[in-house]
């Protein structure tokens, strides 16, 4: 079983960063892949980013040169680090796990955070 937590969330301007955590428990968060996903009002959840073991990175073409996936093995936690924030970018974000290399369907991932709230304002 493993536990993810999120913070990192808040109120933004068009343009302004935020960088999000999600730490996790257990003891085999290395051999965890990673991912970040987001559910705006009324949307179905999306992918944003994923990072593996390896690490290896993947991310959603709308974030691509603006959001940036990492992990600290040590501290058993993942970033979201978010730059050149727009309004299509609030939702709520979600920290996932997963251990058969997921990839950009919820599906694939076995645990989920509570989500954290990121709100972008004109």
């Known amino acids: 079983q493993v536990l993810l937590v999120e913070s990192g969330g808040g109120l933004v301007q068009a343009g302004g960063s935020l960088r999000l955590s999600c730490v996790a428990s257990?003891?085999?968060?290395?051999?965890?892949?990673m991912g970040w996903f987001r559910q705006a009002p009324g949307k179905e959840r999306e992918f944003v980013a994923r990072?593996?073991?390896?690490?290896?990175?993947h991310y959603a073409d709308s974030v691509k040169g603006r959001f940036t996936i990492s992990r600290d093995n040590a501290k058993n936690t993942v970033y979201l680090e978010m730059n050149s924030l727009k309004p299509e970018d609030t939702g709520v974000y979600y920290c996932a796990a997963g251990t058969m290399l997921p990839g950009i369907k919820s599906v694939e991932y076995t645990y989920w955070g509570q989500g954290t709230q990121v709100t972008v304002s004109t």
């Open positions: 257990g003891r085999t968060f290395s051999s965890y892949a």
């Open positions: 990072i593996t073991w390896t690490p290896s990175l």
